[in-house]
């Protein structure tokens, strides 16, 4: 069984950055493709990145090119997203998980604030 753990948001003034971490348990983390996803409220949960399983190809949705980076730490089982130059648009939960989507493996998410 796949846990994924969210961490890494907070409340943060517009141009600001974060850093958010997902902690996967499980002993094949290396082989899944892992994206970043975010849904806001009243809106449908959207992918936002996504990392193929070295590292070698990423996707990033237009509305974060050129803002968000997507890393992975194989040795450490841990997707990152790092946010620049936030925008109260990106105020959403932000969650993890393998592409395509699991739905056995939602966590909690972490939620992300941009004030204007």
């Known amino acids: 069984q796949v846990q994924l753990v969210e961490s890494g948001g907070g409340l943060v003034q517009a141009g600001g950055s974060l850093r958010l971490s997902c902690a996967v348990s499980?002993?094949?983390?290396?082989?899944?493709?892992m994206g970043w996803f975010r849904q806001a409220p009243g809106k449908e949960r959207e992918i936002v990145a996504r990392?193929?399983?070295?590292?070698?190809?990423?996707y990033y949705a237009d509305s974060v090119k050129g803002r968000f980076t997507i890393s992975r730490d194989n040795a450490k089982s841990t997707v990152y997203l790092q946010m620049n130059s936030l925008k109260p648009e990106d105020t959403a939960v932000y969650y993890c998980?393998?592409?395509?989507?699991?739905?056995?493996?939602w966590g909690q998410g972490t939620q992300v604030t941009v004030s204007s």
């Open positions: 990392i193929h399983t070295y590292g070698m190809l990423k």
């Open positions: 499980g002993r094949t983390f290396s082989s899944y493709v």
């Open positions: 998980n393998i592409v395509p989507p699991n739905n056995n493996f």
